[in-house]
Structure formats: C-alpha cells, structure tokens
T-cell receptor, first 117, second 110 residues
C-alpha cells in the first residue's frame, strides 16, 4: 500500500485565493483526520470523519475552512479566502475503526506545506 | 485525556539505548499510552502503545510503571535516523483526538 497520499506537497498562494488540499486514505481505512502544524501551536486536529461523516469539526478555525469526503477514499480541505495566518503544514491521517479500540493507530501522510503571502 | 509531561530535549550516542521518559500521573484506568515520532519534514509515525503491560515491537520497547503514572520508551540501539521529536500521548478508547503536546526532541549523536 502506498500509504496516505497528500497533494500538493507544497503550495504558495496569495492572500484571498482559494486553496484546496487533497488526501487519499489507505485502502480499507474508514476514519480520516485533518491536522494542522505550526511552530506556535504544534499539531492541532481540525476535523475528523468516520465512514464519510464528519464527527468532530470543533477544531476548524472558522468558516473559511471546509472539509469534505466525496467518497470513502478521498477527502479535501478547502480554505477560501486564504490568509497569511493559514500558513502551516497540513497533515491528513487515516485509521481503521472509529477510534474506539485501544489498538487504533493513525497513519499520517507526508503533509502539504502551505504558504500564504 | 490525561496530560503528559516530557523533557523538551535529549541527546543519545549512536548505538546506545535511548530512554525517553513520560509522566502521566493523572492517567485513568482505561487510558492507553501511545508513542509517536515525527522526523523532520515528515508526518508523525506510530511507534508503540500499551495499557498496563510492557510492550515490545520491532521499533521499540515500552515500559509502563506498575502505578501507570509514568512510562519509558526505549530505542535499544539508536541510529542517526532516530533523530526526531517523540510524542507520548494518553488516550481513552473512543476519543477522537490525539493531543500531541510538545514532545521530546531526541538528537542521536555520531
């Protein structure tokens, strides 16, 4: 398995532009997590899906952020309009199960580094 | 989830065992201890987890004290590629979030 695949790996955009980050889950996994990492705040959970349904979006910063799972293997995180403070590395992770088992393990992608000028 | 306390940084000589401590004094009976690491510019990587008993896999060993208030991750023969930030996390089964904290930055020295 190729693991969790994220694209693009790097994105540089100007303030006000729309940004779309993409994630392909590991085949057979049914839970999807979007995290954001900055020097100041570390790794923060933005949103979590189980079986394509958003379960917890309390970490989504504001209405400019939205995430979807159009199918069981793919997710997008959209920022519109983007702002310089959104600059960060965005990680997608997937797992098998609803995180109810102590054995539940998250597999992370390589991340998408976003720079908003 | 219970909070964890880890030293901010540690050094280890290449080939020696790296022992990374974690304090989780408020851990509850059904919370597991997880360890992840993040090598520079990569996503976090799962290492090992445990509840009460010591655990070992191909990457590391996890030693949990009898009162479960602390644990130690052991990398038996550290290599330069083990240089990373190591996160100790306690988590209740069913909790959706993994709170990563600030971790311990391990530097393996040649």
């Amino acid at each position: 398995d190729a693991g969790v695949i994220q694209s693009p790996r790097h994105e540089v955009t100007e303030m006000g532009q729309e940004v779309t980050l993409r994630c392909k889950l590991i085949s057979g996994h049914n839970s999807l997590f979007w995290y954001r990492q900055t020097m100041m705040r570390g790794l923060e959970l933005l949103i979590y899906f189980n079986n394509n349904v958003p379960i917890d979006d309390s970490g989504m910063p504001e209405d400019r952020f939205s995430a979807k799972m159009p199918n069981a293997s793919f997710s997008t995180l959209k920022i519109q309009p983007s702002e310089p403070r959104d600059s960060a590395v965005y990680f997608c992770a997937s797992s098998l199960g609803q995180a109810r088992s102590g054995a539940n393990v998250l597999t992370f992608g390589a991340g998408s580094r976003l720079t908003v000028l | 989830d219970a909070k964890t306390t880890q030293p901010p940084s540690m050094d280890c000589a290449e080939g020696r065992a790296a022992n990374l401590p974690c304090n989780h004094s408020t851990i509850s009976g059904n919370e597991y201890v997880y360890w992840y690491r993040q090598i520079h510019s990569q996503g976090p990587q799962y290492i090992i987890h445990g509840l009460k008993n010591n655990e070992t896999n191909e990457m590391a060993s996890l030693i949990i004290t009898e009162d479960r208030k602390s644990s130690t991750l052991i990398l038996p023969h550290a290599t330069l590629r083990d240089t990373a930030v190591y996160y100790c996390i306690v988590r209740v089964p069913g909790a959706n979030n993994l709170f990563f904290g600030t971790g311990t930055r391990l530097t393996v020295i040649p």
